[in-house]
């Protein structure tokens, strides 16, 4: 049956799937390949692409990790099973310029970085897209659990069907014009059991794959191996001091230190458990202290990225609710705008473990709306646990 020109296809376009070109971002693991293999049962132009973002060769041997050489390999197989183009691009330098670099200056500045973001805002959702552009390519679709819907002012974003999977704080700093050209074909999806289900209806060998566990550039976790090799002598030890400046004891590098730690301190004997509150890099400090000390209901933030409706101008309030963990479900908040894309999050419920260098994401009070979020920042009168340095940078913006 011909498809009505007045009524869009699945992805919203105005033009019958065999004349919509899609570029699929292909990762090699189960998700991206079924999105992949869903657009091509559906009769979508297909074209795969996967970048290689770093150097493969030592990843070979690894599982548990994106864009490796194993990854690579599996992406172009699904592919050749489904009869599509695939390209493999080397975005080696990029990835370390705009990823890895600050990951491992942020670390050394006393943040606690989230790569992953960074590598959407900086490479997936710009320099890939751009490519997708020069392909021809009517839209990009990714394998990432979250939801796009048209909205009265434009396409709007969502949390994913599935609150387990939903990867919504990953992607906060997507702007209204990326979103306009990305689609999630996955979001929907009630659970991850039925994304390997439609890779085995597919015939896909990767329908059994593990999920990636680590950031895709740091063998085993040990993020603290690769900030050494890539800043050698980083690891210069210093002192563990209290809030009022007494030294406690001796640490071997604030690298080794995030806040809200308490294991591995080596500061028994005194007392209360303490916990890192702070870390001072550039006096090579880790400021601890009581539990307590932990929560906080300010959370500065820098690069703000705003996805409903209108500008915000400096001085506009926002209800609304936020998470500053991945892993934590969003709480009440009121959003009040500064200048120059900085902003302040006033928590009602104080938080533990606010953390420069995470992200601070937006959501509307009720349904399943994200309004954006920034980057949490060194608030330079604090003295609790978001006193410390920022990963993000000054270069904020609003909108």
């Given at each position: 049956?011909?498809?009505?020109?007045?009524?869009?296809?699945?992805?919203?376009?105005?033009?019958p799937?065999a004349e919509?070109?899609?570029?699929?971002?292909?990762?090699?693991?189960?998700?991206s390949s079924?999105?992949a293999?869903?657009?091509a049962a559906?009769?979508?132009?297909v074209?795969?692409?996967?970048?290689?973002?770093?150097d493969?060769?030592?990843a070979?041997?690894r599982?548990?990790?994106?864009?490796a050489g194993?990854?690579?390999?599996?992406?172009?197989r699904?592919?050749?099973?489904?009869g599509?183009?695939?390209?493999?691009?080397?975005?080696e330098s990029?990835?370390?310029e705009?990823?890895?670099?600050?990951?491992?200056?942020?670390y050394l500045a006393?943040a606690?970085?989230v790569p992953c973001?960074?590598?959407?805002?900086r490479?997936?959702?710009r320099?890939?897209?751009?490519?997708?552009?020069?392909l021809?390519?009517?839209?990009?679709?990714?394998?990432?659990y979250?939801r796009?819907?048209?909205?009265?002012a434009g396409?709007?974003?969502h949390r994913?069907?599935?609150?387990?999977r939903d990867?919504?704080?990953?992607?906060?700093?997507?702007?209204p014009a990326?979103?306009?050209?990305?689609?999630?074909?996955?979001g929907h999806?009630?659970?991850?059991?039925?994304?390997r289900?439609l890779a085995?209806r597919f015939?896909?060998?990767?329908?059994?794959k593990?999920?990636?566990?680590?950031?895709c550039?740091v063998?085993?976790g040990?993020?603290?191996?690769v900030?050494?090799?890539?800043?050698p002598g980083?690891a210069?030890?210093?002192?563990?001091?209290?809030?009022?400046?007494r030294?406690?004891?001796r640490?071997?590098g604030?690298l080794?230190?995030?806040?809200?730690q308490?294991r591995g301190?080596?500061?028994?004997?005194l007392?209360e458990p303490l916990?890192?509150?702070r870390?001072?890099?550039?006096?090579?400090?880790?400021v601890v202290?009581?539990?307590?000390a932990?929560a906080?209901r300010r959370?500065?933030?820098?690069e703000?990225?705003?996805?409903?409706?209108?500008?915000l101008?400096?001085?506009a309030e926002?209800?609304?609710e936020?998470?500053?963990?991945?892993?934590?479900?969003?709480?009440p908040?009121l959003?009040?705008m500064?200048?120059?894309g900085?902003?302040?999050?006033?928590?009602l419920?104080a938080?533990e473990?606010?953390?420069?260098?995470q992200?601070?994401v937006?959501?509307?009070?009720?349904g399943?709306?994200?309004?954006?979020?920034?980057?949490?920042?060194r608030?330079?009168?604090a003295t609790?646990?978001?006193g410390?340095?920022?990963?993000?940078g000054?270069?904020?913006?609003?909108?």
């Amino acid at each position: 049956m011909p498809l009505d020109r007045a009524l869009p296809n699945s992805l919203g376009l105005m033009k019958p799937p065999a004349e919509t070109r899609v570029v699929v971002a292909m990762s090699g693991g189960v998700d991206s390949s079924v999105v992949a293999a869903m657009l091509a049962a559906e009769g979508y132009d297909v074209v795969g692409v996967t970048l290689q973002l770093y150097d493969h060769g030592a990843a070979l041997a690894r599982k548990g990790a994106c864009c490796a050489g194993q990854d690579i390999h599996d992406a172009r197989r699904v592919a050749e099973r489904l009869g599509f183009p695939h390209y493999v691009l080397d975005y080696e330098s990029v990835f370390r310029e705009a990823v890895i670099e600050e990951f491992a200056a942020s670390y050394l500045a006393g943040a606690t970085p989230v790569p992953c973001i960074r590598c959407n805002q900086r490479v997936k959702f710009r320099d890939l897209m751009a490519t997708a552009e020069e392909l021809g390519a009517d839209c990009m679709a990714t394998g990432h659990y979250v939801r796009r819907r048209e909205g009265p002012a434009g396409p709007e974003l969502h949390r994913a069907a599935d609150p387990d999977r939903d990867q919504s704080y990953f992607l906060f700093a997507t702007t209204p014009a990326q979103l306009a050209y990305l689609r999630f074909p996955l979001g929907h999806l009630a659970s991850k059991a039925e994304t390997r289900a439609l890779a085995a209806r597919f015939g896909l060998a990767v329908a059994d794959k593990p999920d990636s566990q680590d950031i895709c550039f740091v063998p085993g976790g040990d993020y603290r191996a690769v900030i050494e090799k890539l800043r050698p002598g980083a690891a210069e030890p210093g002192e563990i001091v209290d809030p009022e400046g007494r030294v406690l004891g001796r640490h071997e590098g604030v690298l080794r230190y995030t806040i809200g730690q308490r294991r591995g301190l080596g500061l028994g004997g005194l007392g209360e458990p303490l916990y890192v509150l702070r870390l001072d890099a550039d006096a090579r400090r880790v400021v601890v202290g009581p539990r307590a000390a932990l929560a906080t209901r300010r959370v500065p933030l820098a690069e703000v990225n705003w996805l409903g409706e209108g500008d915000l101008p400096p001085g506009a309030e926002v209800a609304l609710e936020v998470r500053v963990r991945s892993t934590r479900p969003p709480r009440p908040a009121l959003l009040r705008m500064g200048q120059a894309g900085r902003a302040e999050v006033e928590l009602l419920a104080a938080e533990e473990g606010v953390s420069p260098g995470q992200a601070c994401v937006f959501y509307a009070s009720e349904g399943t709306r994200v309004l954006g979020g920034g980057w949490i920042v060194r608030d330079p009168g604090a003295t609790g646990p978001a006193g410390a340095p920022s990963a993000a940078g000054d270069g904020a913006r609003a909108g």
